[in-house]
């Protein structure tokens, strides 16, 4: 089974800044998809970011970027030039390609705080 | 607006009772998953159905079932309902099978709490 662990349970940054939420992954397949959500205080969850597994180029997204390292089962967010309504859980989360589901598995998530 | 409609938005009922979440995809989405997102457990993935047909199951509960009809909307049924039941569940729609392209969009939620 796949697991997600995000290891830093809260961050917080001050604006302008940039700031690395850090996931990473243990799973058995080669080809994969990896997300990053965001739930505000509204609580409504918002795809960042996303990136295949089979793609070495990091994907990005306005001053969204990820920094994904496939053998190391790592995927980490970065925020550039924090801004106040960035403040929100992070999830990261992960799909088989193949298996029978499209089920997202998340990790626990990263609640980040910006600062003014 | 991700385009998915869940109703109601809150839920409050007592232990033992019966409650029915609904959710309306996205226009022309096939795909339904349902997610529960509790204090201890987080986010995790309950049942998904796919243009009518349940495809996967994943931590859902025997008190607990859902279909989808042939409008594609789905209703998640919760009975005899615990304690711990109280939580955020979420629904989500995807074109067809989610995949990169068509990532699964989130509606608000249905938050449920349990006296």
């Known amino acids: 089974a796949q697991t997600v662990t995000q290891s830093q349970p809260e961050m917080s940054v001050q604006e302008a800044e940039t700031v690395t939420l850090s996931c990473t992954y243990d799973?058995?397949?080669?080809?994969?998809?990896l997300f990053w959500y965001k739930q505000p205080p509204s609580r409504q969850m918002i795809l960042v970011i996303r990136?295949?597994?089979?793609?070495?180029q990091n994907a990005t997204e306005n001053r969204f970027s990820v920094n994904f390292q496939k053998a190391a089962k790592s995927f980490s967010l970065k925020i550039s030039d924090s801004q106040l309504g960035d403040t929100a859980m992070y999830f990261c989360?992960?799909?088989?390609?193949?298996?029978?589901?499209?089920?997202?598995?998340f990790g626990k998530g990263t609640k980040l705080t910006v600062n003014p | 607006d991700s385009g998915v409609t869940q109703t109601p938005k809150h839920l409050i009922t007592a232990t033992g009772q019966r409650v029915t979440l609904r959710c309306s995809p996205r226009?022309?989405?096939?795909?339904v998953y349902w997610y529960q997102q509790s204090l201890d457990q987080g986010l995790q993935f309950l049942i998904q159905?796919?243009?009518?047909?349940?495809?996967a199951k994943g931590n859902i509960l025997e008190r607990f079932s859902a279909q989808q009809f042939p409008d594609l909307h789905s209703e998640l049924n919760l009975s005899s309902l615990e304690l711990g039941d109280s939580a955020l569940y979420f629904c989500?729609?995807?074109?067809?099978?989610?995949?990169?392209?068509?990532?699964?969009?989130f509606g608000d939620g249905t938050r449920l709490s349990i006296l």
């Open positions: 990136q295949e597994a089979y793609k070495q």
């Open positions: 989500a729609s995807s074109a067809g099978l989610a995949g990169i392209n068509q990532p699964q969009h």
């Open positions: 226009s022309g989405d096939l795909s």
């Open positions: 799973t058995s397949e080669n080809n994969y998809y």
């Open positions: 159905y796919y243009n009518g047909e349940e495809r």
């Open positions: 989360a992960f799909m088989k390609i193949q298996g029978g589901s499209e089920k997202l598995v």
